[in-house]
């Protein structure tokens, strides 16, 4: 059973950073490309970041999150990171990982993010 856990989530105030972390349960190298979406109560779930897991793997960003987040990895720990700087309140909403392998796609339980004063 492949399992993706996030973790890193947390109050932070407008202008402060995070980094999210996704452990996944197997080598990254297993998925074609893993994810972070983000939702809102009461939203569609949405696009932030991706990654393809190839070595030297394309990176693409919402354009909501454009230059304030990245994503990295630690192919090791089997882990991928976002790193969120200069946070907004609008940014505020629960993270997920998602990863896809050749026809199977994977969720983790999300972490969530509240970005307040």
């Known amino acids: 059973q492949v399992q993706l856990v996030e973790s890193g989530g947390g109050l932070v105030q407008p202008g402060g950073s995070l980094r999210l972390s996704c452990a996944a349960s197997?080598?990254?190298?297993?998925?074609?490309?893993m994810d972070w979406y983000r939702q809102v109560p009461g939203k569609e779930r949405e696009l932030v970041a991706t990654?393809?897991?190839?070595?030297?793997?394309?990176?693409n960003y919402a354009d909501s999150v454009k230059g304030r987040f990245t994503v990295s990895r630690d192919n090791a720990k089997n882990t991928v990171y976002l790193q969120m700087n200069s946070l907004k309140p609008e940014d505020t909403a629960v993270y997920y990982c998602?990863?896809?392998?050749?026809?199977?796609?994977?969720w983790g339980k999300g972490t969530l993010v509240t970005v307040s004063s």
């Open positions: 197997i080598s990254i190298f297993n998925f074609k490309n």
């Open positions: 990654m393809d897991t190839a070595i030297g793997g394309i990176t």
């Open positions: 998602y990863a896809a392998s050749y026809g199977m796609t994977y």
